[in-house]
């Protein structure tokens, strides 16, 4: 009697391991997408990272990365306003990368939160970068990406970049007489996205929409 109530009594424990060990398995995880996995969409915009050019808000592409972006609002020299949102680490499909995203901000909202923006600092470009208020900070989570820059880790070469993209439709060369170099950019028109050369500074990617 004892020992089928011991037997049993294993039996049971066994049984409650063996569903322990199954609950922490880790389930398969969808695979994220690489920044050469650009889809074209119904309404001429891209995909790319799961995020829909002028179409996915802030708040869902920040899901979409596993990562929060940090905001500021950026005036230039021109006093052209914009609203950059900065993820220092991002890590898709193993590739690690930091990413800026411009939000799709409407002028007149620019305006608005500029005049409640503090603490502005000036940047090396010559554009000051204005800290956001909490109230308009929580407002961005609701309006589209309207760019990616892609700042890989990895250093990609041209012939990398040729192999996942084809050769580009046009190269524009820009001199920049500050630093006595030049800035040289592919066009890749039909998939909107520029591949940005800087002298030593590694490759960035560039999607815009239309």
Same mark, same amino acid.
């Given at each position: 009697? #004892?020992?089928?109530i011991?037997?049993?009594?294993?039996? #049971?424990?066994?049984?409650v391991m $063996?569903?322990?060990?199954?609950?922490f398995?880790?389930?398969?995880?969808?695979q994220a997408?690489?920044?050469?996995?650009i889809?074209?969409?119904?309404? $001429?915009?891209?995909q790319?990272f799961g995020i829909?050019?002028?179409t996915?808000?802030y708040? =869902?592409a920040?899901?979409?990365?596993? /990562?929060?972006? %940090? =905001? /500021?609002?950026?005036?230039d020299p021109?006093?052209?306003?914009?609203? %950059?949102?900065?993820f220092?680490? =991002?890590?898709l499909s193993?590739l690690?990368?930091?990413?800026?995203?411009t939000l /799709?901000?409407s002028q007149?909202?620019l305006?608005? #939160?500029m =005049?409640?923006?503090r603490?502005?600092?000036?940047?090396?470009s $010559?554009a000051h970068?204005? %800290?956001?208020s909490e109230?308009?900070?929580?407002k961005l989570?609701?309006?589209?990406? /309207?760019s990616?820059t892609?700042?890989?880790?990895l250093?990609?070469?041209?012939a #990398?970049?040729k %192999?996942?993209?084809?050769?580009?439709?046009?190269?524009?060369t820009?001199?920049?007489?500050?630093a006595?170099s030049q800035i040289?950019n592919w066009?890749?028109?039909?998939?909107?996205?520029i591949?940005?050369?800087?002298?030593?500074?590694k490759?960035i990617l560039?999607?815009?929409s239309i």
């Amino acid at each position: 009697m #004892m020992r089928t109530i011991r037997n049993i009594v294993i039996g #049971m424990i066994l049984f409650v391991m $063996g569903l322990l060990a199954i609950m922490f398995i880790p389930s398969p995880q969808p695979q994220a997408a690489k920044p050469w996995e650009i889809e074209l969409m119904s309404d $001429g915009n891209i995909q790319v990272f799961g995020i829909h050019l002028g179409t996915t808000d802030y708040k =869902t592409a920040q899901k979409k990365l596993g /990562a929060f972006g %940090e =905001t /500021a609002l950026f005036s230039d020299p021109d006093d052209k306003l914009s609203v %950059e949102a900065f993820f220092d680490s =991002t890590n898709l499909s193993g590739l690690s990368a930091k990413m800026v995203m411009t939000l /799709a901000v409407s002028q007149s909202e620019l305006q608005e #939160m500029m =005049t409640q923006t503090r603490n502005a600092k000036l940047q090396p470009s $010559g554009a000051h970068q204005h %800290e956001i208020s909490e109230s308009d900070r929580e407002k961005l989570l609701d309006l589209p990406v /309207a760019s990616i820059t892609y700042i890989p880790s990895l250093r990609l070469d041209k012939a #990398m970049l040729k %192999e996942r993209f084809g050769e580009p439709d046009s190269i524009e060369t820009i001199a920049v007489t500050e630093a006595n170099s030049q800035i040289e950019n592919w066009l890749y028109r039909d998939i909107h996205l520029i591949v940005q050369f800087n002298g030593e500074a590694k490759p960035i990617l560039i999607y815009h929409s239309i």
